[in-house]
């Protein structure tokens, strides 16, 4: 499987440069999914084991898991600015929930530095 990626990227990479940028920043769109994985699944994972307090507790997290899988499938699609941009999103609904204790203290740190590992990953500069 492993092998079979790295020539798909090579042969993106390589039809990318006589077709122009779009098939180069997909391919590199592909490398960030590849190498970002384990920040995303850690992202994920702990997104769907946080406890929230009060209100729909469901409906919360259902929508935290949405904007995380919506962020790798963006970025899987070579969106990476979109993919961003929901992570952003997420920092902002966590950060809402702490502020009015629906999460706790420690629970926003973790779900932060995930969410900043993941955006770091992707978006190393």
Known sequence: MLTRLSAT????FLVGLGAGAPVATAA??????????DELTALGTNVAAAPI???????????????VGDATALLE???VTDALVKLANLQTKVDE????GRISAESAALL??????????ISPV
């Open 112 to 121: 932060t530095a995930d969410v900043r590992a993941a955006t770091a990953c």
């Open 28 to 37: 590199l769109a592909t490398a960030s999914v590849t190498t970002c994985t």
């Open 77 to 79: 699609s070579g969106k």
């Open 9 to 12: 990227l090579a042969v993106l």
């Open 53 to 67: 307090t009060s209100g729909k507790v469901e409906k919360e997290r259902a929508g935290l898991v949405k904007l």
């Open 97 to 100: 929930l702490a502020a009015v």
